[in-house]
């Protein structure tokens, strides 16, 4: 018996430290979606579409704040090097905030990383790993609703 349960210990101590997370999670529970309410407007000067949303949209789940989460999405960058993007928006789809109007901000989170995801890998979709932190803040392109400092980024496998 005790042997058994020796064998279990080091795939417990190998078990990642992050949580996996969807883009639903980060809306809190009997929370609904976001909706674009009205029309919006244009911002002529960073010509971009700005949605307008109702109450929802910028509620977070102050309950993952802090948390080591893992989550998937697509990569708009914003500082790009010749390394590689060093941060950008992770966005549940492709295209969000650039084909079309930007999702609500608690469906946005900004990362920013020490090693730079490289360019090549742009498009492809990733798993950002990292202490999420539910801290809005303004860019350029959209209100956001969460933050992670990645501490890992990897290729998304569909499986």
Partial sequence: MALAAATLLPGRAMA????EITWEDLIPKGVPYGEIIGPGQIDAVNDTWVPQFDENASKVNT???GKPVKLPGYIIPFDVTSDGVTSFMLVPYVGACIHTPPPPP??????TTEKPWPSESMWDPVWVFGRLSAKAMTTQIAEVGYQIAAEKIEVYEWQ
């Fill in 106 to 111: 608690n469906q946005l989170v900004f990362v």
């Fill in 63 to 65: 309950g993952l704040d």
């Fill in 16 to 19: 990642s430290p992050f949580r």
